[in-house]
C-alpha cells in the first residue's frame, strides 16, 4: 500500500505572509480547497484567490477579538481523524467534517514581541494558542496530514507534490518534526519570559531551545557528531555576526569566538581599542592600545606561540593597519563589530581565516542565564556580571596602588573574569604579560603565568622578564601567602584578589612585608 497522502483540502493560516501568495497560487492550481482565517484569507482574496473561511467550516464566527477561531472540532477533527479507521470516518462523517491534508501555521510573533520590548499586556496578546493547538493535531496525525511550519519549507512541499502527487510518509514525518519543536521552542520563549516577568529565578520547570543553524564537521573531536543552534537573541556574537570570509565555523571555533569577543567586550570602545586573542577558551594575550594595531601587537607579544592558530577580537572596528598584522601568522577566526572594506580585502586572500563582523559589541552588564549538562540535569545560574569600579576597592595593605598601577589592576582583573579557574593574570601598561590558567593549585597558576613572562622576555629579547613592576590579579583569594609571594617574586608591584580567605591576615602581612600594595574585591570570578 503506497505512504502517499493526495491533498484534497488545505487549512492557511499565518502571521508571517511571506512566500503565502505564491504558495497559495502554487496549491490551488493543483486543484487544493483553501481554507483560511483573518488576515491570511484577506490576502490570499486580495490576490485574487477563492478561500473558504473557517468561520463556514465551524459554523462559528471569529470572537474574542481572534482569540476563538480555529478551536473547533471541524477543524481538530479534520486534523486528528484518521482516514484509516472506520469508526472515525463515520463520526466525521456523521458530524460533517471534512479531512484537512495539509496544514500550513506559523504563530504569532511571540518572540520578536518580547525582543522589541513590548509591555507585558502586549506580550500576553502575541502568545498563540489555535496555532500551537492545530501544529500539535497535525503532527500527531502526521500518518495523514502534513504539516508546514516555517517559510523555508514551502518549496520543499511543493516538490513532494510536483513529484508524488502528495506527500510520502518520510517527509511528513520530518514535517511533524520540525512542527513538535517549534511548539516545544514557542513554549520555552513563553515560559522564560513568563518566569523574567515575574521575577521567578528558579521556576519548577526551565527549558532552554534553539533553531537549527547547521551542521558542524564534527564537535570537539572528530569521532562527535555536533551542530549548531541559535536561541533567538539578539546579543551580538558568534551566533548573530555575519561571516565576511573563510570556510565553516567549527565546533572550537565557535566556542572559543564566543570567549574572545565576550572578554573584549568588557572593554568599551569609548575607553580606546582593545583586543583580545584566544586559544582553546583562554586568552593568551589581552591589550589596550593607542591605535587598534598596537593594541593587537602587544596582545600577541604576551605569548606569540599561543597566538598561532588563535581567535582574536576587537571592540572597534576592524582597520587595514591591524588586518595586515593580524595576516602575518595562521589565525582562525576574527571578529569585529564592524569591518572596514581595507581590512576585508586583505583577509580576502586567506581562504581558512574566518572573519565575523558582529555589528556591535555584547553588553557585559546584561543580565541572561548560562547553562551546563550534567549526569541527570542541567545546571543553570545567572551570567557573571559582575564588574568593578575604583571607589568598590578596598585597599588592605600599608600601601595604596599608584594611579597607574590601579588601572592595570583593574585591567588585570577584567581579563581574569574570562581565563578559567585558578586563574592568575600579570599585566603592565594595559596588557597582559603573563596568564596561568586552569591549574589545581594557586600556586601552580602563578608560577606558570611568571614562566608565560619569561618566554615573552626572551622571545622579545627584553632585558628583564615584564613581570618586573607589573601587578597581578587573581580570580580568587589566596588561600595562603606562598601564592602572593611567588608574585612578588616574578616583580609584582600591587595586587588585586577577592579577599575572604581565613588566612587573610597572614597574606596581607607577607604583601606589607614586600612593600606590594594590594587590593579586595569582596567578588570572584570562578570560571569553569
Request: charged residues 20%; contains cysteine; glycine residues 10%.
Amino acid at each position: 500500500m503506497s505512504d502517499i497522502v493526495p491533498v484534497h483540502r488545505a487549512l492557511l493560516s499565518v502571521s508571517d505572509k511571506t512566500g503565502l501568495v505564491d504558495l497559495a497560487r502554487a496549491l490551488a492550481a493543483k486543484g487544493i480547497e483553501l481554507i483560511s482565517t483573518g488576515g491570511t484569507a484577506r490576502a490570499l482574496r486580495d490576490a485574487g484567490l477563492a478561500v473558504r473561511d473557517v468561520a463556514d467550516l465551524t459554523g462559528f464566527p471569529e470572537m474574542l477579538d481572534g482569540r476563538v477561531k480555529t478551536l473547533h472540532p471541524a477543524v481538530h477533527g479534520g486534523l486528528l481523524g484518521l482516514r484509516d479507521d472506520e469508526s472515525h470516518q463515520a463520526a466525521m462523517e456523521a458530524h460533517g467534517i471534512a479531512p484537512i491534508d495539509l496544514l500550513v501555521v506559523n504563530l504569532y510573533p511571540f518572540e520578536a514581541t518580547v525582543a522589541a520590548g513590548a509591555g507585558y499586556a502586549e506580550c500576553v496578546e502575541n502568545i498563540d494558542i489555535g496555532g500551537p493547538a492545530m501544529l500539535r493535531a497535525a503532527a500527531k496525525n502526521h500518518a495523514h496530514v502534513a504539516v508546514v511550519t516555517d517559510v523555508a519549507d514551502y518549496p520543499g512541499l511543493l516538490a513532494e507534490l510536483d513529484s508524488h502527487g502528495g506527500t510520502t510518509r518520510a517527509f511528513r514525518q520530518r514535517l511533524a518534526l520540525a512542527a513538535f519543536g517549534r511548539t516545544a521552542a514557542y513554549d520555552a520563549a513563553v515560559s522564560t519570559w513568563l518566569a523574567t516577568a515575574t521575577g521567578e529565578t528558579a521556576p519548577r520547570r526551565r527549558v532552554f531551545a534553539g533553531e537549527h543553524a547547521g551542521i558542524l564537521r564534527y564537535g570537539e573531536n572528530p569521532h562527535q557528531r555536533a551542530a549548531f543552534y541559535r536561541d533567538g537573541s539578539t546579543r551580538p556574537g558568534v551566533a548573530t555576526a555575519r561571516q565576511l570570509g573563510g570556510k565553516a565555523l567549527s565546533y572550537n571555533n565557535i566556542n572559543d569566538t564566543d570567549a574572545a569577543f565576550e572578554l573584549v567586550a568588557e572593554f568599551p570602545p569609548a575607553d580606546g581599542p582593545a583586543c583580545a586573542i584566544i586559544k582553546h577558551a583562554n586568552p593568551c594575550g589581552v591589550a589596550r592600545g593607542k591605535t587598534l594595531a598596537e593594541a593587537y601587537r602587544a596582545a600577541f607579544d604576551c605569548d606569540r606561540t599561543s597566538a598561532f592558530g588563535g581567535i582574536v577580537a576587537v571592540n572597534v572596528a576592524l582597520d587595514g593597519e591591524t588586518a595586515a598584522a593580524i595576516a602575518e601568522i595562521f589565525t582562525e577566526v576574527v571578529i569585529a563589530p564592524a569591518v572596514t572594506p581595507e581590512a576585508a580585502e586583505i583577509f580576502a586572500t586567506k581562504k581558512n581565516l574566518r572573519l565575523l563582523e558582529a555589528g556591535g559589541l555584547p553588553d557585559p552588564s546584561a543580565p541572561g542565564l548560562t547553562f551546563r549538562q550534567v549526569a541527570g540535569g542541567f545546571l543553570v545560574q545567572d551570567r557573571d556580571t559582575g564588574r568593578l569600579a575604583p571607589d568598590t576597592l578596598k585597599v588592605v595593605t600599608k600601601r595604596a596602588p599608584t594611579d597607574t598601577e590601579l588601572r592595570d589592576l583593574l585591567f588585570a582583573w577584567s581579563v581574569a573574569k574570562h581565563v578559567r579557574s585558578n586563574a592568575i593574570v600579570y599585566a603592565r601598561d594595559g596588557a597582559t604579560v603573563g596568564i596561568g590558567a586552569g591549574q589545581m593549585s594557586r600556586v601552580d597558576s602563578t608560577r606558570i603565568a611568571a614562566r608565560k613572562a619569561g618566554d615573552m622576555s626572551a622571545t622579545l629579547g627584553l632585558a628583564e622578564p615584564p613581570t618586573r613592576g607589573a601587578v597581578v590579579a587573581s580570580d580568587a583569594f589566596f588561600p595562603f601567602a606562598d601564592g602572593l609571594l611567588a608574585a612578588v617574586e616574578a616583580g609584582a608591584t600591587a595586587a588585586i584578589q577577592p579577599g575572604g580567605s581565613v588566612r587573610d591576615e597572614e597574606v596581607i602581612a607577607a604583601a606589607d612585608e614586600a612593600g606590594l600594595a594590594m587590593v579586595f574585591t569582596g567578588m570572584r570570578h570562578f570560571r569553569h
